[in-house]
């Protein structure tokens, strides 16, 4: 994958930072878009430290124009951008009862706004190159889960979304998976045990009693599926959801 320029949202730490050093790793030149400044640069700068090519952009992917100018800057920067890793997002958890439209709203931008964006914007050099790989991040959330009326149902949307541009794409040589992970050790699902006030390693606990490999998961093992799927060989993989949580899921 040497001389592969690929994009990664929501870089700036997590899933995102650890696929992004993990492509970096795989030979690839990345770029990492996040609303964190701060954090993309530095991923950025570890990459450099460690002789790769990278770029750290602030980017909200849910606006229109951040997205292209900033994948445009890629393309000048880095060269052609034909690996995407649509990994930016965000909880606003609640019961429907209480759930605001403007938490609705939020999450649908994110996840389903931001994925559309970043993919119209980068499918334009992929196509062009003959060469695409696009990952997208589910989770098993899109299965149902009690408070996440919003995110199951963005998470639900990306499967469809990932299908949907497989079928498409597929002959211009770009192929568009998603993953789903279960619980991943992240802020993320550390803000969620603040919120249900529980200690971190408590929930981590909990958690891992009920997944057969009896461990929760890390950014890491995220990022190694990311790397297969975006790999040259992987080109026969195409409109897939992988469920990455320990266990079957689905
Ligand atoms: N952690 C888990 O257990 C888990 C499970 C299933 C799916 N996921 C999904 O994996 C992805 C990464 O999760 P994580 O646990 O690393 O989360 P995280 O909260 O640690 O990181 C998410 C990153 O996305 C960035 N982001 C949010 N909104 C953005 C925007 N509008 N534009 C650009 N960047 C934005 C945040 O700044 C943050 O750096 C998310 O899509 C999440 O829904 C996570």
Do not use: C
């Amino acid at each position: 994958m040497a001389d592969r320029v690929a994009i990664v949202t929501g870089a700036a730490r997590g899933i995102g930072a650890a696929v992004a050093q993990r492509l970096a790793a795989d030979g690839m030149a990345v770029a990492l878009f996040d609303l964190d400044e701060q954090g993309v640069l530095d991923g950025a700068d570890k990459i450099v430290a460690g002789g790769g090519r990278a770029l750290g952009l602030k980017v909200d992917v849910a606006d229109e124009d951040q997205v292209n100018a900033a994948v445009a800057q890629v393309a000048e920067q880095l060269g052609a951008p034909t690996v995407l890793v649509n990994n930016a997002g965000v909880l606003r958890d609640n019961l429907l009862f209480k759930m605001s439209s403007s938490d609705w709203d939020t999450v649908m931008n994110v996840h389903l706004r931001g994925a559309f964006l970043m993919s119209k914007a980068v499918q334009a050099y992929q196509t062009k190159e003959g060469f695409g790989r696009i990952v997208n991040l589910s989770s098993t959330s899109a299965l149902g889960n009690r408070g996440q009326a919003n995110y199951s149902a963005a998470k639900a949307g990306l499967q469809g979304f990932t299908k949907t541009l497989a079928i498409e794409l597929g002959k211009f040589g770009v192929t568009v998976n998603a993953i789903a992970p279960g619980f991943i050790a992240t802020e993320m699902t550390k803000a969620t045990a603040e919120r249900m006030k529980i200690s971190f390693d408590d929930f981590i606990k909990g958690a891992a009693q009920a997944i057969p490999v009896a461990r929760v998961g890390q950014p890491e093992d995220i990022a190694h599926t990311a790397s297969f799927l975006v790999s040259e060989g992987a080109g026969f993989v195409s409109g897939q959801v992988v469920y990455v949580a320990g266990g079957p899921k689905d």
